[in-house]
């Protein structure tokens, strides 16, 4: 199975204690040992919005913002790398071809962010559709998708399971809501609904959450499935 885990910057690394960047890593290695390939792309988290915070007030542009996200990302990225302990690459890939080659030759290929204007929540939506993969995941710091910002609004209800057309709608409607937080961004979603990847949102703090609903499709988050095929995935059967 090949997989890619998009990992939260704010799950990863909160507070850039090593402990949890090394279960997540465990996490990562459990899945590759498992048989898996495994594409990772990590946020910028806290550390990119302080970074981002800083920049605007000493007068950066937007582009240049983005910039420095996309910097934060790669750092976490490399922390990531750090304690895979030479499984995956010594730098992070920039390009989705490099991320490919890194998969195609056994390696965890991890990303963090590619260009200004694009999220690693699209980074991993596209990854996903250029490696052909077989599921994405992301592990945020939210146990799916809700129908509003669970936030702003108690009584948001939490989808078991969705198509990707209904999550595109959904997350246009949290978007429109400034200051509004939404699992994935659209561009993501507009990705997964492209692509026809089979997808779970869940909470990831737990890294071993990722791994129960990888190699055996048991997790308590959103599954967004795909137009046309079954509710239930037959691979996970033969993985185990």
Same mark, same amino acid.
């Given at each position: 199975?090949?997989?890619?885990?998009?990992?939260?910057?704010?799950?990863?690394?909160? +507070?850039? =204690?090593?402990?949890?960047?090394?279960?997540?890593?465990?996490?990562?290695?459990? /899945? =590759?040992?498992?048989?898996?390939?495994?594409?990772?792309?990590?946020?910028?988290?806290?550390?990119?919005?302080?970074?981002?915070?800083?920049? %605007?007030?000493?007068?950066?542009?937007?582009?240049?913002?983005?910039?420095?996200?996309?910097?934060?990302?790669?750092?976490?990225?490399? *922390?990531?790398?750090?304690?895979?302990?030479?499984?995956?690459?010594?730098?992070?890939?920039?390009?989705?071809?490099?991320?490919?080659? &890194?998969?195609?030759?056994?390696?965890?290929?991890?990303?963090?962010?590619?260009? &200004?204007?694009?999220?690693? +929540? =699209?980074?991993?939506?596209? *990854?996903?559709?250029?490696?052909?993969?077989?599921? /994405? *995941?992301?592990?945020?710091?939210?146990? !799916?998708?809700?129908?509003? +910002?669970?936030?702003?609004?108690?009584?948001?209800? %939490?989808?078991?399971?969705?198509?990707? !057309?209904?999550?595109? +709608?959904?997350?246009?409607?949290?978007?429109?809501?400034?200051?509004?937080?939404?699992?994935?961004? /659209?561009?993501?979603?507009? /990705?997964?609904? %492209?692509? !026809?990847? %089979?997808?779970?949102?869940?909470?990831?703090?737990?890294?071993?959450?990722?791994?129960?609903?990888?190699?055996?499709?048991?997790?308590? !988050?959103?599954?967004?499935?795909?137009?046309?095929?079954?509710?239930?995935?037959?691979?996970?059967?033969?993985?185990?």
């Amino acid at each position: 199975m090949r997989v890619v885990v998009s990992i939260g910057g704010s799950v990863l690394a909160p +507070d850039l =204690a090593h402990e949890r960047v090394e279960e997540h890593a465990a996490a990562i290695e459990e /899945l =590759a040992d498992a048989g898996c390939e495994v594409g990772a792309v990590v946020g910028g988290g806290g550390v990119a919005r302080d970074y981002i915070t800083t920049a %605007r007030a000493l007068g950066a542009n937007e582009i240049e913002l983005d910039d420095i996200g996309v910097d934060v990302t790669r750092l976490n990225a490399r *922390l990531l790398i750090a304690a895979l302990d030479g499984m995956a690459a010594p730098s992070p890939a920039e390009s989705y071809e490099k991320a490919g080659e &890194a998969i195609r030759r056994g390696d965890v290929a991890v990303m963090g962010g590619v260009v &200004a204007g694009q999220t690693t +929540d =699209a980074v991993s939506a596209a *990854l996903a559709e250029y490696t052909d993969a077989d599921l /994405l *995941l992301y592990a945020t710091s939210v146990p !799916g998708v809700f129908s509003a +910002d669970p936030n702003e609004e108690a009584d948001a209800e %939490r989808f078991d399971e969705m198509t990707a !057309g209904e999550l595109v +709608d959904i997350i246009a409607d949290i978007e429109m809501n400034a200051g509004s937080s939404a699992p994935v961004d /659209l561009l993501a979603a507009k /990705l997964i609904e %492209r692509s !026809g990847v %089979r997808t779970i949102v869940l909470d990831g703090t737990d890294p071993s959450r990722i791994v129960d609903a990888v190699l055996y499709g048991e997790h308590d !988050g959103t599954d967004i499935i795909p137009e046309g095929t079954a509710d239930q995935m037959t691979y996970w059967a033969d993985e185990k």
